[in-house]
């Protein structure tokens, strides 16, 4: 599978999500401008995730991101971004957003890392982020796996005493 910055014609075009044109996908970036790579990931546990394409915001403006490296090019200066996940309950989950400075003829990296519980803010800025949530993620899991002897013990025992 090409990088998002390889093959530019497999790269969702971002018209329709703005003014046509105003950003490039990376792979046609200009003379005099930058290239912003966002690595977008989610946690194994999070798997659920992978349903939805994440969305990336770009000075108020839309565009279809997607798991992995998502490569932009843009004009120098200040940038507004922001990322996050659509679902069902809430309807976006993850929201991180940053002021990305873009240099010309140079790239900015950053990753985005999605909370493992929904109600969370995603993490966004210079590799490597932390995963959000993932304390609680285990606490939860944890005790899951903790409440099944448990559970069994006391039906075992509820059984005995009732005989």
């Not at 796996?145 to 013990?153: A, G």
């Amino acid at each position: 599978m090409n990088q998002p910055w390889e093959n530019p014609s497999q790269q969702p075009s971002p018209g329709g999500y703005g003014q046509p044109g105003q950003h490039q996908w990376a792979g046609q970036t200009a003379a005099g401008q930058g290239q912003l790579v966002v690595d977008i990931k989610a946690h194994p546990l999070a798997f659920i995730y992978r349903f939805w394409s994440p969305v990336i915001t770009l000075n108020g403006q839309r565009f279809p991101g997607r798991w992995g490296p998502n490569a932009l090019a843009l004009p120098p200066g200040h940038h507004q971004l922001g990322i996050h996940i659509p679902y069902f309950l809430p309807p976006e989950i993850g929201r991180a957003g940053a002021t990305v400075p873009v240099e010309a003829d140079r790239q900015v990296h950053l990753e985005y890392r999605a909370p493992l519980v929904a109600f969370m803010q995603g993490a966004l800025g210079a590799a490597p982020q932390k995963w959000p949530g993932l304390v609680l993620s285990y606490v939860f899991v944890g005790l899951a796996i903790l409440l099944v002897p448990v559970m069994t013990i006391v039906v075992i025992l509820a059984d005995m005493s009732a005989r």
